[in-house]
């Protein structure tokens, strides 16, 4: 029923622009008809619907056109079959025996037509989040900014022979993107406008038939993109995956302050480095961890959503899933970027550019032992024990202890070693491993490069 709460809203927004008093049956009539389904290659695949059905040859032969037969079968369906998967977009199965059965209830439901044929302009609103997965975002600017890109997705699919369609909310991602970039112009929506390059269809059907696709973009494009028009908003999104049986994620708040977070750390951590540190491209092409559906699992989206996918194999074992406590080694220009990425995304989190000094401090120290002692003046180059017990750390009082023999060992730091202490005694249980790992790149950065 979400679709048609969406698609009654942008009807509301467009006959407002238009000065129209269109309904829904006449803006699918009008408007959604002709974009999505008067042509074989369709914006959406909705499951056994008119649309998705073969017209008998009988039909066929009678000289009108199939597109026709569909559309005038399918509002026979809306007004003589009522709401269903087939003519309300997301909704139950009639049959109690159909995979989205479980959507069926006893309770009376007043579903209108009108509910049937915005539907589908709600679902032609939708973005697509990967995995599968598409959102949708309640916002009276972005609705009618994808609207915007429905008759370019049109055209791009007539001159693209060789691509499938049925992709209108990857295409939606890309538009969305696009439409919400600083450079975009209204007066001129396709100067800028970098056009998703199809690739091979990965589904055995479609590569047989020579078909391109899209590939899905990354979620977090979407996400940073967003927080860069709306940093200060928190959206509330709509998340789900319809086809042969259909997932509703539910809703899920979208914090964009959060995530406008990770460029203002980037801006003061790197500030006197600002020709060779991450720009906004490089940012927002990180590799997240989660995917889309188990972002949603965390009850928000934030901060925590778009941890970088590798971080974890530099954590300490047994303090996160998957962590795998490795050492990170500096190799080349695409290692300095991860490190970059997981600097800036571990000090937004644990919300406190003092805790990076911190950290570069205790690795200083480190550093300093090591170079004092007699194996390091002996020539080896491996890291100390005591550093290496540090890095694989897993509590709180576990790291006080450490910090008390560094402290023995370099008493001229004591001071510093005490505030480090303090602070690591308010940080939350859950962030303290990010603490211990930061400090671990900061020590491998400097003994890389002999700091």
Sequence with gaps: ?????????????YNEREGSNLSAEDFFNNVVHPLFFNDDKHFINVANSSFFQSVPQKQVDSGISIHEIKLERFHKNVKEDGASLTTLVGYAAQGITAGTSGQLTTMKTNIE????????????????????FSMIIDDSEILLGLFSGWKVYR???????????????VWNSYWLCHILSSKFDAQNPLDGFELPQPVTCKADKWRKMGLME???????????SLARKYPNKVFTINAFKFADTNQTLGFVNFYLPEIKRFYEIRDVIFISKKESVLSDEEIENLSPYFFFKEACKLGAIGLKSIEPKKLREFMPVGTYQDAQGK?????????????????????????????????SGIAQVLTKIEKDSKEAKRGKTTTDQETKKIFEIKSVKAFVDELIIVMEKSPEDSVFIRETVEEVLKMPYDLFPLFITLIKFEYNYKITNKI
């Design 214 to 224: 899209f590939e899905s973009i990354n979620r977090i494009k979407v996400v940073f």
């Design 327 to 359: 050492d990170y080694m500096f190799s080349g220009e695409e290692s300095i970027k991860n490190y970059q990425l997981f600097k800036i995304w571990i000090i937004a989190m644990l919300n406190k550019t003092e805790l990076l000094k911190m950290a």
């Design 1 to 13: 029923m979400y679709t048609s709460y969406i698609g009654k809203k942008f009807l509301k927004l």
């Design 155 to 169: 055209k791009f699919l007539m001159q693209t022979h060789n691509l499938k369609g049925n992709q209108i909310d």
């Design 113 to 132: 037509i009108e509910d049937m044929y915005a539907s589908w302009a709600g679902i032609g609103l939708s973005v697509s989040m990967g995995g599968g």
